[in-house]
């Protein structure tokens, strides 16, 4: 389900109560290491039981590994049964690079995208577009 969608719902539920409702979302970082994956997959699942409004997981930004973000994305989406947003920053990468990038994520079952133009790399002080990268999102 769309995540604005949810949201929305809740907030018009809200208007139509006079009441305000507590919701929230989890924020994942894909680990390095399939030991790693295993070990986060373990905790959505338990932190999943709280029944977030969605979970989200980053980037991979200036590593250029956008794939454990898409395929972590797929497998809460497919197995979990939980929403999910992807994060994703043109921080260090061309157009052609976020265009795939978004190609496989859509493939891969992923709806819901936080698209960011990301901080500036570790260790420079001002963000700067690659060649052929972006500058910004919307």
Known sequence: MKIIDKINAILEADEQSGEKTTSYSF?????????GEENLIERIVRMGNAN?????????????????????CS???????LDVLM??????????????ALTRAKDAGVRNILALRGD???G???????????TNAT
């Open 87 to 100: 994060h994703i920053t043109c921080t260090g990468m061309t157009r052609e690079y976020i265009i795939d």
């Open 75 to 81: 497998h809460i989406t497919k197995y979990l049964g």
């Open 27 to 35: 924020e994942y970082f894909p680990p390095k290491t399939s030991a």
């Open 120 to 122: 500036p790399p570790h």
């Open 124 to 134: 420079k002080e001002d963000w700067e577009p690659v060649e052929n990268g972006f």
């Open 52 to 72: 977030p409004l969605w979970v989200d997981v980053t980037w991979r930004a200036g590593e250029g590994l956008c794939e454990s973000t898409i395929e972590m």
